[in-house]
């Protein structure tokens, strides 16, 4: 007798642990596997490219922490780059220095919460997690030391940064930067070979390298199938080009992939702000500019390499105190159109592991 | 998939979390115990000075949110007499930027958390709210106030190898 099945539509979130936020999937399933798979979002949106219309040029920048806020210093970075390029400042050296000093920190902390959530999803429960956020809070403590806050950090300013660091701070920096390789060691030596992990992520969810380029995917996702991409080496920001390091790649382009580049790019951090901390000059860290600035007619693009791949704003003026128009690129959004053909053909728990290796904000996707 | 290396992985793994029972407990029990703030601290309670507050409106002028009021009347000695000053903490996203705008220096971020109210009117600080004595100044974008304020605690001092 012949078994007769139908497939079943399954609305996975808005509220669902592993959806990082609000993120709504219409499965069909057959059984348990997907056949079909459409993304719902919208849940989080708050018109970031709206506000950003009616609020002065400066004003804006406290919004863009609030796109991807596991990584708020990018987010910040590349907004004030657009608006430079814009108004043709010049930044004085010892900003650029902290604001690369501050983004390749705010990278490690951000792949650690996607380390952290990425095991959290396939299987192993808050250990490495907790790890990683122990690890994580070592370098927010040196943004709060900065800043003043711990999430939301709001520190660069059109023409440098808000203020300058501390006299406590470059030897707590120090301290951190020899401290953690070792507990990155320490995490490989954790997972990169357990083998029921490498039972749930080797040769899972495997974006092909065409489908890569074609869904303007960047950023580890990216950089997993192989191809050797990075904004901070091949169109070169800030002051990017003085500083050495590799662009790690995987190969297959799957979730043990994905994981293992954004392993090996926190030593690369490392390896930058060692750099930084031995060049910094001393001198002034922001640029004289007024609070309300207009720049002239015109439009620009800001980009820069964030965590999760290419942050982008466009910022057109039409000479007022507000943007006239502000685009946001967000990598999370580009990087998430090819989770249908990742994930089509797998199991359920499957797709949880897939999902939670684009290591998504859903403030940044819905803006 | 195989467990083509017998478990090696996972006993190397399992190392590493022995290593981790012996180390330090990096948690603290929080309303108990509390850790130093740092000392330019955002906390939302704003603090004013009303002595050097010449009422010009810079603050609300550069505040993104709009929630600054200010009015002012001209005052004795060409000065502007600041009637009332509001801040509805409520929509404040304490992003500073009221404070690094301030030409005379007469608003600082508050060196305070547990910001909770019970009603959503007590959010709404008023003029003599912010002026008071208690309130403490942070060090925000004022170094000589930050200088007063205690080290704030790292966890890489206390944990560091």
């Given at each position: 007798m012949q078994l007769r099945t139908e497939p079943y539509v399954l609305d996975m979130g808005p509220v669902h642990p592993s959806t990082h936020g609000v993120f709504r999937m219409r499965v069909t399933l057959d059984g348990e596997a997907v056949l079909n798979l459409e993304p719902v979002f919208g849940y989080l949106h708050r018109g970031v490219e709206k506000l950003a219309e009616e609020r002065a040029y400066s004003g804006v920048i406290p919004l863009t922490d609030r796109l991807d806020?596991?990584?708020?210093?990018?987010?910040?970075?590349?907004?004030?780059?657009?608006?430079?390029?814009?108004?043709?400042?010049?930044?004085?050296?010892?900003?650029?220095?902290?604001?690369?000093?501050?983004s390749e920190l705010q990278r490690i902390s951000a792949h650690l919460v996607s380390i952290g959530s990425f095991t959290n999803d396939s299987g192993c429960y808050f250990t490495p997690f907790l790890y990683m956020y122990r690890e994580r809070e070592k370098i927010v403590d040196l943004f709060d030391m900065v800043c003043g806050q711990r999430l939301l950090y709001n520190y660069m300013r059109i023409g440098g940064v808000s203020q300058d660091i501390p006299d406590e701070f470059l030897p707590a920096l120090r301290k951190v930067v020899k401290h953690l390789p070792g507990r990155i060691n320490e995490y490989d030596r954790l997972l990169s070979e357990n083998e029921i992990f490498l039972a749930r992520t080797k040769g899972v969810g495997i974006l092909p390298k065409e489908t890569a380029i074609n869904i303007g995917a960047s950023g580890p996702v990216l950089r997993s199938t192989g191809i050797e991409w990075d904004i901070r080496k091949k169109d070169p920001y800030s002051i990017y080009d003085r500083f050495d390091f590799d662009i790690p790649t995987g190969e297959a382009g799957d979730c043990y992939d994905r994981y293992y580049v954004r392993l090996q790019e926190m030593r690369q951090s490392i390896r930058i702000v060692e750099q930084a901390l031995k060049q910094i000059p001393s001198g002034p860290v922001k640029a004289d500019v007024p609070q309300l600035i207009r720049p002239p007619v015109g439009e620009a693009y800001g980009h820069v390499e964030g965590p999760t791949g290419e942050v982008g704003f466009h910022v057109v003026s039409d000479g007022?105190?507000?943007?006239?128009?502000?685009?946001?690129?967000?990598?999370?959004l580009m990087n998430l159109t090819g989770l249908y053909d990742m994930s089509v053909g797998w199991k359920v728990q499957d797709l949880i592991v897939i999902f939670g290796s684009f290591a998504i904000t859903m403030g940044e996707i819905d803006r | 998939m195989k467990f083509e290396r017998y478990g090696r992985g996972i006993a190397k793994g399992m190392v590493v979390t022995?290593?981790?029972?012996?180390?330090p407990r990096v948690v603290t029990q929080y309303p108990e115990q509390k850790l130093t703030i740092s000392q330019r601290t955002r906390g939302n309670e704003l603090v004013w000075?009303?002595?050097?507050?010449?009422?010009?409106?810079?603050?609300?002028?550069t505040c993104p949110q709009g929630v600054i009021r200010i009015e002012t009347s001209v005052g004795d000695e060409n000065k502007y007499f600041v009637e009332s000053f509001e801040v509805d903490t409520g929509y404040c996203i304490s992003c500073g930027l009221c404070v690094e705008a301030c030409p005379?220096?007469?608003?600082?971020?508050?060196?305070?958390?547990?910001?909770g109210r019970y009603r959503r009117g007590d959010l709404v600080l008023t003029r003599d709210e912010m002026a008071s004595e208690e309130r403490i100044r942070s060090g925000y974008n004022r170094p000589e106030v930050a200088e007063t304020l205690p080290r704030q605690t790292l966890l890489i001092e206390r944990e560091g190898d």
């Open positions: 806020y596991v990584a708020s210093m990018t987010n910040n970075l590349a907004y004030v780059l657009a608006v430079e390029k814009l108004a043709e400042i010049k930044v004085p050296e010892r900003a650029e220095y902290l604001r690369v000093i501050m007022g105190i507000a943007p006239y128009r502000c685009h946001i690129r967000a990598p999370s | 022995m290593i981790n029972l012996l180390r000075d009303k002595d050097k507050c010449t009422g010009c409106g810079t603050c609300s002028k005379y220096d007469a608003l600082f971020m508050g060196y305070a958390y547990e910001l």
